[in-house]
């Protein structure tokens, strides 16, 4: 059995999540639910279905908790579709929400991924080896992706002309 996060709400609606173990912990999830995830999410925030602020605080052994904020807009609104429709008071769906964002934030970041991705006038197709790394792959103590690490792993080459073999998400 999975350990259970503990969910406050603050006068003014925000969230607080006491999650029992660090973001690095969090297991892995089935790309085609990452995939599913994002097209939720995108759907969610093309409604301006924004969300209630969320603060996550990770335990950590023998320390003070780690804690996270989910207060920009997009990332409100993807926290909400993901928690309506999985819940982020479980481990699964808090780690499938934290990979979501955390794939969204290495992207803008990482300028060697373009090659793994295409924004189409349909949404943005990503290579399949990029979900699955993605779906893989730990999270830093930060919630967020190792760039070298993901990179690493999807040093592979890639097939020719640059098509990402999309995994489609409008």
Same mark, same amino acid.
């Given at each position: 059995m999975s350990p259970s996060i503990r969910v406050a709400e603050a006068p003014n609606g925000a969230?607080?999540?006491?999650?029992?173990?660090?973001p690095e912990r969090l297991p892995a999830v089935a790309p085609r639910q990452l995939l599913?995830?994002?097209? @939720? &999410?995108r759907?969610?925030? *093309?409604?301006?279905? /924004?969300?209630?602020?969320?603060?996550l605080l990770f335990a950590r052994t023998g320390?003070?908790?780690?804690? @996270? &904020?989910?207060?920009?807009? *997009?990332?409100?609104? /993807?926290?909400?579709a993901i928690d309506s429709a999985i819940g982020l008071d479980t481990i699964g769906g808090l780690s @499938?929400?934290?990979?979501?964002?955390?794939l969204v934030e290495v992207l803008g970041r990482a300028p060697w991924m373009t090659a793994l991705f295409a924004v189409t006038p349909a949404g943005i197709d990503l290579h399949p080896a990029l979900l699955s790394a993605a779906a893989a792959m730990p999270l830093d103590g930060?919630?967020?992706?190792?760039?070298?690490?993901?990179?690493?792993?999807?040093s592979r080459p890639l097939p020719a002309g640059g098509d990402p073999s999309p995994g489609r998400i409008a």
């Open positions: 969230l607080t999540y006491a999650v029992p173990l660090p599913a995830a994002w097209d @939720l &999410a759907e969610a925030a *093309d409604r301006q279905q /924004w969300g209630k602020p969320r603060r320390g003070e908790p780690m804690e @996270l &904020a989910i207060a920009d807009r *997009d990332a409100a609104a /993807w926290a909400e @499938l929400c934290l990979r979501l964002l955390a930060g919630a967020r992706f190792d760039e070298t690490g993901l990179r690493r792993l999807l």
